[in-house]
């Protein structure tokens, strides 16, 4: 199957700095990508979807400016957690969607803010 | 709006029995349904899907799903499990009204005893 990366793994950030998070679709173009925010062992929240070259679409209840999403190409998302704290801390998922509209899933980041 | 149910948030299985992970649907239209595993501290993995067809759909590892119209269920099943199996398995639903993203439900968690 399609492969989706996330880089970093797992981050370690002090509170009040900027973590920037990277999702990449390695062999396949990726239209739109979902990043996702899930603590321990519960589901899956959306953040936003992102489409390439137009703004990101934010759930409801999520800041965008908090959390910001830029999707500049086709094989390319970040989210930028800005001045995080605590409570920023969890497990960010993204995926991304070929155009056969088949969802594949990167492996997440651990974000821990001190 | 698109939405499914995971009744149990724990499944207990010895070895070589077989099990069932639940899932309930609730949709206006055509059901895209699907299960995804996740281990630890990883992203979510796709098993299988069902979008139309034969109501026995078989997915990877050996697990299928029985898709069932009249009990609005989409339980995902395999005939003898193994500790390997242990994790934790989401259903979903495609909300096609909303862009085609993904509903997960709640999330089961299986554990696999020898």
């Known amino acids: 199957g399609a492969v989706v990366s996330q880089h970093p793994s797992w981050v370690i950030c002090k509170s009040g700095t900027s973590v920037k998070i990277e999702c990449r679709s390695l062999?396949?173009?990726?239209?739109?990508m979902f990043w996702y925010r899930q603590f321990p062992k519960q589901s899956l929240m959306l953040m936003a979807t992102?489409?390439?070259?137009?703004?990101?679409?934010?759930e409801q209840g999520v800041e965008k400016d908090k959390f910001l999403i830029n999707h500049a190409s086709l094989t390319l998302s970040t989210l930028t957690v800005t001045s995080a704290h605590p409570e920023d801390s969890s497990f960010y998922i993204c995926?991304?969607?070929?155009?056969?509209?088949?969802?594949?899933f990167g492996p997440g980041t651990r974000l821990t803010v001190l | 709006a698109q939405s499914v149910a995971q009744p149990e948030d724990q499944v207990n299985v010895a070895e070589g029995n077989p099990l069932t992970v639940k899932c309930t649907y609730s949709?206006?239209?055509?059901?895209?349904l699907f299960w995804y595993v996740q281990y630890p501290n990883r992203g979510l993995q796709f098993l299988l899907k069902?979008?139309?067809?034969?109501?026995l759909v078989k997915g990877s590892y050996g697990f299928e799903a029985e898709f069932n119209k009249s009990q609005t269920s989409f339980h995902l099943k395999k005939p003898s499990a193994l500790v390997s199996d242990s994790a934790l398995y989401f259903c979903?639903?495609?909300?096609?009204?909303?862009?085609?993203?993904?509903?997960f439900g709640q999330g089961t968690e299986l554990s696999v005893k020898p």
């Open positions: 062999d396949f173009q990726a239209t739109t």
């Open positions: 992102s489409n390439e070259g137009s703004k990101a679409t934010y």
């Open positions: 069902y979008i139309t067809g034969d109501n």
């Open positions: 949709v206006s239209g055509n059901p895209y």
């Open positions: 979903a639903v495609r909300d096609d009204n909303q862009g085609g993203k993904l509903i």
């Open positions: 995926s991304a969607r070929d155009p056969r509209l088949q969802q594949f």
